[in-house]
């Protein structure tokens, strides 16, 4: 049997297979609710149905707690998802329940325990079901209660750490075609939706898997540059909550990668979910000087010449470009200089080149423990070409500049014997 967008009818004949598990009337509100779904009157006619909310959640709970049979239970999943499509407040009413029976009404269990099923099918629609009904954030209770609030929380918890834990398993080197990749970012997308999935997400140690999944493809191929696009909608997603953002930010590499995605990947939709990510970091207080550390504004710059099919784009690609340029008249050359070396790729910018700008800051590069040498020092471990080239121009440029001997009052720079063994 196949379920595609629409659920078929008449629903399997599970009343007369398994007896004891629904009552008739509980057969007849699954055959309505199918009616609703195929005519398309689910807007109008499912608001009936709230004042029924524990009656129609114990419904499903019922069904797949007591179904075993794969074809019912996608079948039920399949409904689930259909409604849930259909009229997203839907899963209000497990909300609902869970609430108004002091959390022991919990229909989120059963489609967690689906979760290892071997299925493809079974395991792809209950995380998309349960992602939906987890991270719903249009429900308030009229009385709180502190049993059903954490029976909530650890289910979210829950589903996110095998969300991530699934994603671990991903190699990018195989693209979004593998229908074990589609069916996680599918969930995770899903999950990253609402501002709570957004922070279980975060909070289940999933950023610096995103990290890997953006850094370990070539973006050669369609599947590569699809699964490129899929994690940066999650990446853009979870940008809209202050406190993701700025886990975003802190994240170490990931704004370097988003310019380098700028800077190197064509696809438009790509560019698109990008732009919009960044600009949604600058609500973040350090992430324009990073940004322009990282080399976005020659990125920009070289985008502002491009047509674009999207309108959207083209807003957001001059928005950045005229916030960060007023950053940058605020930032020193110096400031320039280290969040370049910061950011662990470097180009052939004015300041490397520059007589003047060694003599006046050659000093800086011991501040802060020598902070700055430190990570130049690293740069030359790069594998990109540009970034090994002028580092070692800059190592020879400090070495230059500092090479006369310190005053005995000046402490001497504890790098500087590797530096000359770079040289």
Not at 173 to 198: E, F, N
Not at 217 to 237: D, E, F, K, N, R
Request: hydrophobic share 45%; glycine share 4%; charged share 20%.
């Amino acid at each position: 049997m196949h379920y595609g967008a629409c659920v078929v009818s008449p629903p399997p004949p599970w009343y007369e297979q398994e007896k004891g598990i629904i009552t008739k009337e509980q057969l007849a509100s699954v055959y309505h609710l199918v009616e609703l779904v195929t005519t398309r009157q689910l807007s109008s006619q499912l608001l009936q149905f709230e004042a029924r909310g524990v009656e129609m959640v114990s419904l499903f709970n019922a069904l797949l707690t007591g179904v075993n049979k794969d074809e019912v239970v996608q079948y039920v999943l399949a409904l689930m998802d259909e409604l849930l499509l259909a009229q997203p407040a839907f899963a209000g009413q497990f909300h609902s329940a869970l609430y108004a029976t002091q959390g022991t009404l919990d229909a989120f269990d059963p489609l967690l325990k689906l979760l290892s099923r071997q299925h493809l099918f079974t395991v792809e629609k209950a995380a998309l079901v349960l992602a939906k009904l987890l991270s719903y954030d249009h429900f308030h209770p009229a009385i709180a209660d502190a049993h059903a609030e954490e029976v909530l929380e650890r289910k979210l918890s829950s589903f996110a750490l095998w969300s991530v834990a699934l994603l671990k398993s991903v190699d990018p080197t195989d693209g979004y075609d593998q229908p074990k990749v589609a069916q996680v970012l599918a969930a995770v997308q899903q999950l990253v939706a609402t501002a709570p999935g957004r922070k279980a997400f975060i909070k289940a140690d999933g950023l610096p898997l995103l990290l890997g999944l953006m850094s370990g493809g070539s973006y050669a191929t369609h599947s590569a540059v699809q699964l490129l696009y899929v994690v940066l909608m999650v990446v853009w997603s979870l940008s809209y909550t202050p406190e993701c953002a700025a886990k975003l930010a802190a994240a170490a590499g990931l704004l370097p990668k988003l310019v380098d995605i700028l800077k190197n990947v064509q696809k438009e939709k790509v560019v698109r979910v990008t732009c919009a990510a960044l600009r949604n970091l600058l609500a973040i207080e350090t992430c324009a000087s990073d940004m322009i550390g990282a080399g976005v504004m020659k990125a920009l710059q070289n985008l502002q010449h491009r047509k674009w099919a999207d309108e959207d784009v083209k807003i957001d690609v001059e928005y950045l470009a005229h916030a960060l340029e007023g950053s940058l008249k605020l930032m020193s050359s110096w400031d320039v200089y280290a969040k370049e070396v910061a950011s662990g790729r470097l180009e052939w910018s004015p300041s490397h080149k520059s007589d003047t700008f060694w003599k006046d800051n050659y000093k800086a590069f011991e501040a802060h423990d020598c902070a700055t040498l430190k990570q130049l020092v690293d740069c030359l471990s790069s594998s990109d070409p540009t970034t090994l080239a002028v580092a070692c121009h800059d190592v020879g440029e400090f070495i230059k500049v500092r090479a006369p001997a310190p005053s005995s009052t000046s402490r001497p720079c504890l790098l500087l014997p590797r530096f000359e063994a770079h040289a």
